[in-house]
């Protein structure tokens, strides 16, 4: 009993990756348990509803991220690994529309997000900090901007279908530009804009 219990919660959870993925926050728990094969009880029993059912979900994808993250600081160059995770993280994130909408709105809350997030604000500082260590990033650029250059990407996958999907990239590669320190550039403003 506890082995199918477990298949069925693996189901459940694999079933929801793939769901929220391709609908968005908005799909339900039946649509759910309809592309896993079980009856709607059967989720429920496992998921009381669909915030805890999408916070196990988007756990296991943050948590991905923020693997993506602990291996871009064991490169050398503090830019590349930063512009790395950057890409990375975004391109699991273009194919994940639930993924995106978490991102953008936040509404979905648990403490293995909370743990994951916190943990991929930390590792962002440290990607900054190294690549501002070798003089390689702007002055100005914090830790605190990498999750407004996502949504800004983020923006660019939400254009329109009759634009290819893969048009964020490009656009990821101009921010970077902006980012690269360059001797002649004036610094950033602060972020409250009183510099």
Partial sequence: MRRDAELNRRRILRAGHE???????QATLNDVAHHAGLGVGTVYRKYPDKQALAAAVFA????????MAREALAEDDGFD????????ALGRAADNRGLRELMRDGSI????????RQEINARCEQLVARAHAQGALRDGVTGADVVPIAA?????MGLSA???????????VIILDGLRA????????TAGGTD
């Fill in 152 to 156: 800004m990407i983020d923006a660019v």
């Fill in 81 to 88: 690994a930063l512009a790395g995770f950057l890409e990375k």
């Fill in 182 to 189: 360059h001797p002649d550039r004036a610094p950033l403003p």
């Fill in 60 to 67: 296991e994808e943050l948590d991905g991220i923020a693997a």
């Fill in 19 to 25: 769901v929220f993925a391709a609908r968005g926050l």
């Fill in 109 to 116: 809350e648990g403490t293995g997000l909370a743990r994951a």
């Fill in 162 to 172: 009759e634009r290819p999907l893969e048009t964020w990239r490009r656009y990821l």
